[in-house]
């Protein structure tokens, strides 16, 4: 499978603990994107790396939520201190990063769905 | 980024023809129109892309008036595993832009 892969699918942890999730994106595409969606509504933009370059971080919902892509392939997403409101469906997604004027379409992971109590 | 309405939700039959419209009065010169598919528990997959008049695929088709303004997916002879959410999304995919899912329409496919 060539798609975009993120593991673990699904994650349990304790209100307080740091999390770590990871993304393996389509592997020709420069470009990767992390969301968060929760019940009932569409995804929410979180950060995008341009390969190793963070482009993007605004979003971010709390300092506690940090994204890497050290060697602009693979990326992880760290949300320390978790929270019960953290509970959510984080997606991955991947794009081949084209010059201007051209459609640069997302391709999504299946998510991890992590749960807080 | 521009803005899209799009209904909440559609009902339609087994073989039926589905249009969902997407109305995105502020899309800028360089947007494109992209629609996506999500089943729960899944991430977005994508469906089809365009800019202006039709495009086709294996498994839609989208239209796209002269003015841009609004475009409507088509998806013929909907199955039951077409019951899915939908989300149209306006934006300049080559800088990167990042998207904004509104509620999407959630389209109910019925035997």
């Known amino acids: 499978d060539t798609g975009v892969s993120q593991d673990p699918r699904h994650k349990i942890t304790k209100r307080g603990q740091n999390v770590t999730f990871r993304c393996d994106p389509i592997?020709?595409?420069?470009?990767l994107y992390w969301y968060r969606q929760t019940l009932g509504q569409g995804p929410e933009f979180l950060t995008y790396f341009q390969n190793e370059a963070q482009l993007e971080k605004s979003r971010l919902l709390s300092d506690r939520f940090s994204a890497e892509r050290p060697k602009g392939s693979f990326s992880t997403l760290e949300i320390q201190r978790t929270e019960q409101g953290d509970s959510a469906m984080y997606l991955c997604?991947?794009?081949?990063?084209?010059?201007?004027?051209?459609?640069?379409?997302?391709?999504f992971g299946p998510g991890t769905r992590l749960t807080v109590l | 980024l521009a803005k899209t309405t799009q209904p909440i939700s559609m009902d339609s039959y087994e073989g039926q023809e589905v249009n969902i419209t997407c109305s995105h009065n502020n899309i800028a010169t360089n947007d494109y129109i992209t629609w996506y598919q999500q089943f729960p528990s899944q991430g977005p997959r994508f469906i089809i892309q365009?800019?202006?008049t039709k495009v086709t695929n294996e498994v839609a088709s989208l239209f796209i008036p002269a003015d841009r303004k609004s475009s409507t997916l088509s998806l013929p002879r909907v199955s039951l595993s077409d019951t899915a959410v939908y989300y149209c999304l306006v934006g300049d995919m080559s800088r990167g832009q990042n998207f904004v899912f509104g509620p999407g329409t959630r389209l109910s496919v019925l035997p």
């Open positions: 997604a991947s794009s081949l990063g084209v010059a201007g004027g051209q459609p640069d379409t997302q391709y």
């Open positions: 365009g800019y202006k």
């Open positions: 592997s020709e595409h420069n470009r």
